[in-house]
């Protein structure tokens, strides 16, 4: 006698298939669904899969994260309707988790990538407005307070230019469509509408949601419109309304994250204020807002970007904070190199004269406390080239021999074995030219020459076509001074080589002309040579169509007025101008630096 199982087992069979993550895993509980319809229709079995078998297939589906998944799941929706609508199996009709299985997956796929941001929140938001009509309309299938938030989170995620504003949209119906059901449903009489309306409820992560596209967007007021949704949750926290609304920890570190990203002045002071806000509340039992690494990190970035004047005090007063509340056990927080990088570019920002000096003390501290044991705060290339950038910045006498050293001692660590992560890269040795370029050394354009050339001798990405690199180097020859004891043969032979192989690689950008024309007015001697120098560098200069307001200016500093008007003059045949400068001779010319 043949024996066929029951429904209950083949359902332990296919939950647990389901649930896993795997990519095949939905694939291997669809068979066994299919089997389980041929099975019903052979009427040799009561294995008829129901919608909570099916929910769970959509389930599986969702959290497979596999690229077709929303295609897939809409697929087998529609079937279910289908067979509900048409009396064929009516118990079969999609339910509310079903829908918000379809919607979990189109946020998955734009978070993965695997389906355009933009297209799944508009596909999220469709389905959600045709899910209240239907329900408007009598069908018994509402949205919930998942329905919504997913329809939020796949704004916040799609990456699009109003992607806030229009998961706020979603926020503010979802809470005016609580309202209204709690209107509605005041009547306790009716005790499956009075449960229901606990339903719709917006919860805190539909918040959080929206803070954090706030938090990512790059639009003005963001930051305002994510501290505005802060105070909204804590708002109806203190109203008692919705328990399910509170701000958490996720919820004020988001918003600080907006505050580091605005360039509005004063949130470094607010985002300082949050965090005081969330020791105290945690001080008075809340656990939920307990200020975590990324919270002190944060609020460090702001004043770290703020370029206000106490910012690098602010900085490290936070930062002995930190290290005071974990050695006086009210806090487990420690510092990480994060945390140590964010304060040396507050120094870095500050430019001060003793910048310098206090990043690097920085630099030691950490340094030592790695060596003690503590991996957290181990140094690594950000470290090293912040150093170099506060020294660069400070107007420091002994900026550029520091820069050098730092240099020097990177690269010993480095063979030495101490971490791959400390190995030079372009902007470390960017900084280091920056740094001697604005120093007072004798010699500044050999010593930045030879350090590009190092780097490029060790093949230090990003080196060999960068043109930020060897504009600084260029600056270097441009500002040394022949009075104090610089060379000017050496000079100019420095910056005729730089040249050759800027023009070999094609490189060349208006700041490399304006630059150039500075060392040959200053550093060749007066006469007919230097003049049809300047006059070739020029003409090379409108060829390649990188004429700036920048470069004329310097043309016209190193030129007498009647050669300066003979060389404009050939430009005006040209037609269409700007100013002085012929369309056709500035068009390569880049941002802010065009002409206008």
């Not at 999220?124 to 329809?151: C, H, Q, S």
């Not at 605005?262 to 001080?283: C, F, I, P």
């Not at 007072?440 to 690199?469: H, P, Y």
């Not at 304006?514 to 070739?536: A, D, H």
Request: charged content about 25%; glycine content about 6%; aromatic content about 8%.
């Amino acid at each position: 006698m043949e024996h066929f199982c029951q429904f209950s087992s083949i359902a332990q069979i296919h939950t647990p298939k389901a649930k896993c993550r795997h990519e095949e895993s939905p694939q291997q509980a669809l068979r066994v669904l299919t089997w389980m319809n041929d099975l019903r229709k052979s009427n040799r079995n009561d294995a008829q899969p129901n919608e909570s078998s099916y929910n769970t297939i959509l389930g599986a589906y969702s959290r497979s994260g596999s690229a077709d998944a929303p295609e897939k799941i809409a697929k087998i929706l529609s079937y279910m309707d289908r067979m509900s609508t048409e009396g064929m199996q009516i118990d079969l009709k999609p339910s509310t988790i079903s829908y918000n299985s379809y919607l979990s997956a189109l946020v998955n796929g734009a978070a993965r990538g695997t389906i355009s941001g933009d297209v799944s929140a508009q596909k999220a938001e469709k389905l959600l407005n045709k899910m209240i009509k239907r329900y408007e309309n009598g069908d018994d299938v509402e949205p919930d307070g998942w329905t919504f938030t997913f329809v939020i989170q796949a704004w916040a995620k799609s990456g699009t230019k109003n992607a806030a504003s229009k998961a706020e949209k979603v926020l503010r119906l979802m809470e005016a469509y609580h309202r209204r059901n709690v209107l509605v449903w005041s009547d306790k009489s009716n005790v499956t509408l009075y449960i229901n309306q606990f339903n719709t409820k917006p919860i805190s992560i539909a918040y959080n949601s929206v803070i954090d596209a706030y938090a990512k967007s790059n639009t003005s007021g963001s930051a305002r419109c994510a501290e505005d949704i802060l105070r909204r949750m804590e708002s109806v926290q203190m109203s008692g309304e919705n328990n399910d609304v509170k701000p958490d920890l996720v919820s004020y570190n988001s918003c600080i994250h907006a505050y580091a990203k605005s360039r509005e002045r004063g949130v470094a002071t607010k985002a300082e204020r949050l965090l005081r806000h969330m020791e105290d509340v945690y001080k008075d039992g809340d656990t939920s807002v307990r200020p975590d690494v990324r919270t002190y990190n944060g609020v460090l970035d702001c004043w770290a970007k703020s370029g206000e004047k106490e910012a690098a005090y602010q900085a490290e007063k936070i930062l002995n904070e930190i290290y005071e509340n974990y050695d006086a056990g009210v806090s487990d927080v420690l510092p990480t190199t994060v945390t140590f990088n964010t304060v040396m570019y507050a120094h870095v920002r500050s430019g001060h004269p003793q910048s310098g000096q206090r990043a690097e003390d920085i630099l030691n501290q950490m340094d030592e406390l790695y060596r003690d044991g503590m991996e957290e705060v181990k140094p690594d290339v950000i470290s090293f080239t912040n150093v170099i950038n506060a020294w660069s910045k400070s107007r420091n006498e002994m900026a550029g021999q520091r820069a050098l050293a730092i240099l020097n001692r990177m690269e010993e660590l480095h063979d030495a074995g101490y971490s791959k992560n400390i190995r030079p890269n372009s902007f470390t040795i960017n900084a280091v030219i920056n740094a001697l370029s604005k120093s007072r050394e004798i010699g500044k354009a050999r010593m930045a020459f030879d350090t590009l050339q190092r780097a490029k001798q060790k093949k230090i990405s990003g080196v060999n076509m960068n043109i930020k690199i060897y504009n600084s180097v260029l600056n270097a020859c441009a500002y040394s001074d022949k009075r104090r004891g610089d060379d000017p043969n050496d000079i100019l032979n420095i910056a005729s080589k730089l040249m050759e192989e800027i023009q070999e690689q094609k490189m060349a950008s208006d700041i490399t002309y304006s630059t150039y024309l500075r060392v040959l007015s200053i550093f060749m001697s007066p006469g007919e040579k230097r003049l049809r120098m300047l006059e070739q560098t020029f003409r090379q200069c409108c060829d390649d169509g990188l004429l700036s307001q920048g470069v004329l200016d310097q043309l016209r500093w190193s030129v007498d007025s009647n050669l300066y008007k003979s060389l404009m003059k050939e430009g005006s045949s040209s037609g269409d101008r700007r100013g002085e400068i012929a369309v056709n001779w500035s068009r390569n010319v880049k941002y802010e630096r065009q002409y206008k």
